[in-house]
């Protein structure tokens, strides 16, 4: 199986929370797990990313935890901004240079904070 | 957009006719990537390239092909389009397999 699921579609949160976005994957080959950020018009830009060896990676505000038992991994953005708001994509790809390096892309949260 | 353009920016074609889009880059990146983004279905590889001449199909490949002639050009042809081929192409770059793409600012595509 090579789907990520991502939920939620969509998120509301207001300046200064916790914006908290989900991803699941079902196949256990995957080996790195980025986070990119998409702003309207403009190409998705990588955020963040994890690979399962570690269970928890922060960069300022944004934070990724991993659970490899079951298959989730999640992206935490503390003291949420306004400027904050886009499209956030979790994605995946296989281990090895045979993969290539392709990515599964999960479905999309927009993520909209208010003032 | 670490030194990715893709050409035309937007397109408005009809039914039936061959379309190309192209994307070229200046980082001397090995491996190349065409997706396209529609709503509810995030980004979807269509083709990639891991060399020159060397291209393999995505997980959305039909009624799509490309061609990789230089290092720093990859095109990708709709060899005749469709409507449901309406959709937003992204093309994207990495130096190797399993680190950071980096994606263009997009073609947006319409068939009528």
Redesign the interface.
Known sequence: QQQVKQSPQSLIVQKGGISIINCAYENTAFDYFPWYQQFPGKGPALLIAIRPDVSEKKEGRFTISFNKSAKQFSLHIMDSQPGDSATYFCAASLAGGTSYGKLTFGQGTILTVHP | ?AG?TQSPRHKVTETGTPVTLRCHQTENHR?M?W?RQDP??????IH?S?GVKDT?K??VSDGYSVSRSKTEDFLLTLESATSSQTSVY?C?I?E???????????TRLTVL
């Not at chain 2, 509810?40 to 590889?45: F, P």
């Not at chain 2, 190797?96 to 997009?106: D, E, I, K, L």
């Open positions: 957009d990715i491996y990537y997706y509810g279905h995030g980004l979807r590889l990639y891991y393999d995505g997980e992204f994207a990495s190797s397999a399993g680190n950071t793409q980096y994606f263009g600012p997009g």
